[in-house]
């Protein structure tokens, strides 16, 4: 799919990843919405790059119906979705002041894991009713955000982990549910990249980190993450599968 003139929803977008894939797409010629909790702040992003920003909670069905509702009245019916939205805590399964308390683990399945699966039933739903695209016959593109802690979460990233294994697990299902209809999903996995969260980290931790990656040794750019998004989207044999960009890192238990 060329993305040129195409209406494209990224959540998250007000920092990181987000924001990064937002710009870069605005720039290749789509007409971009950018979604985020923080509305004061994504609208504020939006406003930079002449495009619509929307506050949405992607966890809540109505916030997230609302806020669909208001990039198909501004932009037309999304083509691509690209899922950004999602929090990382760190917590022991069973701490020294005892188990993890079960409703931080909720927070963090319901806004990285039903969060994604609630903007992909909605805009799956506008994609469905569009007309196909010339000359595969393609609907939409749906790129979602895991991690490497899928695969190798790490000691206090139980509910994390568990969150993005989730969002692993559904691409499949999800790809091979829409084929009928063509749309595709696929899973970025980021390892470490450099957002907000890392690059606030004093230097010497950031350095430490950027060692850990075996080629090339640095922290990722989230411009590059973007530049996946938009080849996922020119790429029509990709579908149903999962692209680590890590620099071949494997997590160590701590």
Known sequence: MNIEG?????????????????????KAGAR???LDLN??????KAAELGA???????????????????????NGPPRVLVNCA?????????GRDGPMPLENFSRVINVNLIGTFNMIR???NEMFAQEPMEPGGERGVIVNTASVAAYEGQIGQAAYAAS????VALTIQAAREFASKGVRVMTIAPGLIATPMLMGMPQEVQD????SVPFPQRLGDPVEYARLVEHICQNEMLNGDVIRLDGAIRLAPR
């Open 208 to 211: 430490s980190l950027a060692a």
């Open 39 to 44: 509305s004061d702040q994504v609208e504020e």
């Open 122 to 124: 909605l805009v799956a």
């Open 86 to 94: 999602g929090i990382a805590t760190g917590e022991r399964i069973v």
């Open 52 to 74: 619509v920003g929307v506050g949405c909670d992607v966890s809540d069905s109505d916030s997230a119906s609302a806020a669909v509702a208001a990039v198909v009245s501004a």
């Open 6 to 26: 195409q209406s494209v929803i990224v959540t998250g977008a007000a920092s990181g990843m987000g924001a990064a894939t937002a710009q870069y797409l605005t």
């Open 32 to 34: 971009v919405a950018l």
């Open 164 to 167: 993005k294994g989730g969002v």
